[in-house]
């Protein structure tokens, strides 16, 4: 399995500001995915990130209003610039075991855009 | 319409009893992955699947490639195992969600 840590795991924010959320793994993992849930609903993936490459992000979500990185094979970040109410949502880290089979969340990160 | 098709969305019932969850799939599919959300939030892998049954204490899940569908049974429900169960089917590396079925176990 994989162990994944979040920081912070809530946050409140003015709207027109960024935050940015830490996701640390506990053993390295090739790809690092960002979820979105919005209460009540499922999960929406929102990019995909490899270690030294650009993320991959899904239809609605842009690189200029949630950039990611990742540096090494055990960190990402994923900030949200330009916060907006509408943002107000958990965000989750997420990854495969070493053999890409089973996946694993981090503890999430909620955020409030007042 | 929806890929992964998650029945039923809420349920109720009391505690001891058995129960039984289903999702339906309109995508190739390979794998299926069963994930709890309890109500702090936090998100815990049940099952994953390849065609076959696994199972894990009361927790039971199958998943039928050739009809499409995935089942979980829940058995002697305890007050623990409420939240919400999502499926998720693994299309190309990536995962298709079910809109969930919430749980509510009841003393």
């Known amino acids: 399995s994989v162990l994944l840590y979040q920081k912070p795991n809530r946050d409140i924010c003015q709207s027109g500001t960024s935050l940015k959320i830490q996701c640390v793994a506990d053993?390295?993992?090739?790809?690092m995915f960002w979820y979105q849930q919005f209460q009540e609903q499922s999960l929406m993936l929102m990019a995909t990130?490899?270690?030294?490459?650009?993320?991959?992000?899904e239809s609605g979500f842009t690189k200029d209003k949630f950039p990611i990185s990742r540096p090494n094979l055990t960190f990402s970040t994923l900030t949200v610039n330009n916060a907006r109410p509408g943002d107000s949502s958990i965000y989750f880290c997420?990854?495969?075991?070493?053999?890409?089979?089973?996946?694993?969340f981090g503890p999430g990160t909620r955020l409030t855009v007042l | 319409g929806d890929q992964v098709k998650q029945s039923p969305s809420a349920l109720s019932l009391q505690e001891g009893t058995n129960s039984a969850l289903r999702c339906n799939f309109s995508?190739?599919?390979?794998?299926v992955q069963w994930f709890l959300q309890n109500p702090r939030g936090s998100l815990m892998n049940l099952f994953y699947l390849v065609p076959g049954t696994k199972e894990n204490g009361r927790l039971k899940s199958t998943f039928n490639s050739k009809e499409s569908y995935s089942t979980l049974h829940i058995r002697d429900a305890q007050l623990e195992d409420s939240g919400t169960y999502f499926c998720?089917?693994?299309?190309?590396?990536?995962?298709?969600w079910g809109s969930g079925t919430k749980l509510i176990i009841k003393p």
């Open positions: 998720a089917a693994d299309s190309n590396y990536q995962l298709i």
């Open positions: 995508i190739a599919t390979t794998t």
């Open positions: 997420s990854s495969r075991d070493r053999q890409g089979w089973e996946q694993y």
């Open positions: 053993s390295q993992v090739v790809s």
């Open positions: 990130a490899n270690e030294g490459s650009e993320a991959t992000y």
